[in-house]
């Protein structure tokens, strides 16, 4: 596809409910804000490879926080807003503080005078990480309202305890390159499967992101885990709903071998049991550090009871042909490499290293185009000036 | 007043004495030097409204230096350079290290190659965060005459043990805004007072530099706090000199009640005496850290001693009409909500939170100004370029 | 010299190979190459005291990876990149973790999906600084060629446990400017010579840096330095290489008078021998602390025996006329200022203060010409562009 009709496809869709507004659960936006985010994504690609600045802002701040240590999000937000023409600037809140009510309310304030954009990580508590996000969305909201802020800094959800949606719209991203289109994804099976990990504590922001996006592009999504690895049932409920509306299926096995049959795409990743993880909540906010570490013993022991749900070159035989694509959200435990036991054998990661980097590079395309859809009344149009004007971006 | 009224009225100020100049204390500048920093960021806060870009760098160095902790200026230094066009490059010497004599010299010297601008916060120790600025200033001032720096950073006192005339400045802005002009704040009393903290050792920088800049308003500025919680005599001194100047009052009090007695204004804000802040300095220099414990421990008795000095709504009945503007810095301690008994009641607090946030909203805007007028000749025509070229912001 | 004869100098150099090449080592570049550094820097330098703005990046990345302390390296890559127009993004990896293989190559492709520019300090570990940068190299060189990277990031050594590019090549540019010309370089005689410091275990990357850069201008290069402190033996084969093809030599003493006779510059400074610090790399790797322990102790009573390697104003006199240039990378070890015995008499240093902080202010400029060479294969032909445009970098 030119980038003039993928311009004019972008043009056809209603980005309207998107501007001035935040992206925090993929779900709660329509099919074809979805289809927008992928189509600004690609033509901001595009722009890039052709040299064309993207500078649509000529200075402004792009607020982080992260809650949480990350590299990879970390680099991808600052790639994003770099492309764009906004500064970082981090909250650094010090991990140890968890602020509430009026504190947030305060700070968010505080930090969004000449904020644009405000990207948060923040996926370690259950029942926490999203509820904050709302806080710090109606917060600047309020404040947007009152004339204490010149402009509405959108939230772009960087990963939270429900869902991860750069991630899944950047795994998605790779998917529309890998089979050729987003249409080309009905019928497609995907298997996002637990796999053993020899640490404990991993969030369930990844499966439940892509059980929550897959879903409704028609695809057959399968999930599995060992019995006690449920994610949230408030997730699987909405993927039931979606995969009704969109002709596909939701499925759910206890048994890695079922879901990967003939599977077109497999996801094989360790995550915590949603209900250890809601005590572990309850613990830390009792301060609790007993129960704590004796929550944490447990899990690794019950871990330890599935060292067989490892991605396997056996079980990669089982899929489509035996050539399904091998996902992951990155970093990998690897087996005999990062960890004696670990989530895959190394000779599949190894075949699929390629691929896995470019899934992840798709992530500052997507968090770009959400800021951009949130902060641009008509997208196309902006995006059309670029590339009229046609400013290199390295003379 | 349209922006090119405003514009005019800058042009006729003489503010060739502020170019290449540090903004250190607000009392070492005139009378029409202070309101060209109000009126540059009027002229400021209106192109950005206006969408229209006030970079006037396109590329330079912001250099931070924060020897405390600090959220909210942090983000204003890094918002006014971001606005100007400057990247901020943080200075981070570890916080236990305090450089003296060469070494503060040499360090100047080494992050100023390209430094357009030095912002730096050091207000912990009584008689060195001044005379620490003082060294930067005077070191970069040699580097930029001995041919080592090809341009001369100025500096911003971003709070120092003395003054923290980006707060006060602010804080006078939102003065200017809420009474209808400068002019308007002639007669108005304000009540700048003492309150109990549980916490101790707050700096004594705001008090000092809210007596210190607006007596020179024509203000009837009335100080109060507790026995044993005086502040610096020379900042008294000047009070009472620019008092007499502008024909306004400069009164001291022991009774918190008589200093909210018909005030248009009430600042009421915990601090530590001046004297046993200049002990707990002298402690530090001599490592004597058993006295400094006993310091804390007698300062938080001290303090429990005046837990009625809080700003009650039964205070706030004796101002003028039971209705003047409550003030503070934020974040303050609230009784019932940060702490159990604080500065000030809930109440109170939550009628003035908007304008307590549109207080702090001004601070960016301050210091960009104060850059601007440090690093141009000609700041009225520099504005009337930018608003010429009306280049946008966001695109 | 005029800009446009700078210009014409710099077209006829072969830039070609440096065009997204690495720079790691001095000596892995030809004669041409390095002196196309210098006038690039040299019209850096030129364009930015002439208000013109060199941004050649509308926007891009510069990612720094310091795996030691550094404060002017670090202001020095991020004064380089605001001066291109990139804006740094440091990867912050902890301290204590040393990657190593898969995780090398897949991080640095992560980091890097928008990275014009990595730079990077590695200079603990004997053996291991210089081959980490080389494995990013790779792991970017495939990523790029795979089709994951977009663009091919080069590097720039910032520092590893062969060589010190960025120091030295500073270094050479303060001699050309103070003996005026490389030309004049040849015969001029330089001093790199051990000092005494009570701190242990200094980096070899200077003195290795200068005697294999410095070699090759025809200089006497004289390396002196107490038995025991012997430098890596391939670095001072390719100085005695260099030092043959050149016309210069080079010479190794153990007497610090020696060296200082008749030498026009004198460089001392302290660092460890190479043997131990292969020990100490080999005891980190095997985490025997009780050895290094026992080996930090042992190199300072080592150290403690040499105190007489000072540069006092007795041996200065020995000098060519009395008056060599005193050089230093930086903070020296002053007696009686920083400690209480060090590398270098307290009055020698304060006469070459200026010329020491000069010596520094290259840096900048130097790394941002090894940024601009790798990015831009016509380099004269973009620098004449930027002069014709001469957009102010202040308004």
Known sequence: MTDNELIKELEAIDTSKMYLNDFLLTWNKKDYEIEAIFKTAQLLTMLRKKNIS???????????????????????????????????????????????????????????????????????????????????????????????????????????????????????????????GLENLKGKKIAMTWAYSPSYGKPLSVPQGIIGLMTRFGMEVALAHPKGYEVMPEVEEIANRQSAESGGTFTKTNNMAEAFENADIVYPKSWAPFEAMKKRTDYYGAGDF???????????????????????????????????????????????????????????????KIPLYKEASYKPYIIAAMIFLSKFKNPAQTISKLMEKGIKRIS
């Open 290 to 352: 007993t129960a704590i570490k004796k929550l944490e013993k447990d899990l690794l022991a019950q871990n330890a009871e599935h060292t067989d749900w490892e991605c396997t070159e056996k079980l990669m035989k089982l899929t489509n042909k035996g050539k399904a694509l091998y996902m992951h959200c990155l970093p990998a435990d690897i087996t005999g490499v990062s960890c004696k036991k670990g989530e895959v054998e190394a000779s599949v990661f190894d075949r699929y």
């Open 54 to 180: 993207t500078k649509v802002f000529d200075s402004g701040l792009g607020i982080s926080i992260f809650r949480d240590n990350s590299t990879r999000t970390r680099f991808s937000f600052a790639s994003a807003c770099n492309l764009l023409g906004l500064t970082v600037s981090d909250l650094d809140e010090g991990k140890s503080q968890i602020a509430h009510g009026e504190t947030v309310r305060e700070t968010a304030n505080m930090v969004s005078f000449m904020a644009d954009i405000i990207g948060i990580r923040d996926d370690m508590y259950i029942g926490k990480g999203n509820a904050y996000m709302k806080e710090v969305a109606a917060a600047v909201e309020d404040g947007y309202k009152e004339g204490v802020l010149e402009q509405r800094p959108t939230l772009v959800n960087l990963q939270c305890d429900i869902d991860h949606p750069t991630q899944s719209m950047s795994d998605a991203m790779h998917l529309i390159n890998t089979f050729g």
